[in-house]
């Protein structure tokens, strides 16, 4: 097959866009993944719970380390307040996340990561802590990925 003059042009512009695209090693739908999980560690960071719940699915699973399982969003949204109401106030003094291995297959996602956190609690030395984390996103019907299953673990550092 021949192009000739400019009708080749558009094609031959979107071909190398796509092999430029290709050769970086980064899928379009990876940058959603990337910002979702720049907003995942920027709520964490924060300790906006609010914000955390909002990046659930409705019927998600959280695996926390030494608990029971939680099943949906409504068990989710209980579980900081069990551990706040147990301890003196305390915050997040630095939180840490590093992602790998992201594979999108269509409207799903998974990945893990390896933190490094430290909690600061009122009157006490600060806590550091380093775990490890999977996450199974599912993108919703107006696009936008949620936490369907999440994993965490402690690890020595």
Do not use: C, Y
Not at 8 to 37: M, Q
Not at 41 to 46: G, T
Not at 89 to 116: N, Y
């Amino acid at each position: 097959m021949q192009f000739n003059g400019s009708r080749g042009r558009p094609f031959l512009s979107l071909v190398f866009a796509l092999a430029t695209l290709a050769a970086s090693g980064v899928a379009l739908s990876d940058r959603s993944i990337e910002n979702f999980n720049r907003r995942f560690q920027q709520l964490i960071a924060a300790s906006n719970h609010a914000g955390m719940l909002a990046l659930w699915a409705e019927d998600g699973v959280d695996l926390m380390p030494g608990e029971a399982p939680l099943l949906g969003k409504a068990a989710i949204r209980q579980w900081p307040h069990g551990i706040e109401s147990g301890s003196p106030r305390s915050s997040v003094a630095s939180e840490k996340l590093e992602f790998h291995d992201i594979v999108i297959s269509g409207d799903w996602a998974f990945e893990w990561a390896t933190e490094e956190q430290v909690i600061q609690s009122e009157g006490k030395s600060p806590v550091e802590g380093h775990g490890k984390l999977v996450l199974i996103l599912h993108r919703d019907a107006s696009g936008s990925w949620k936490i369907k299953q999440e994993m965490w673990n402690d690890s020595p550092h």
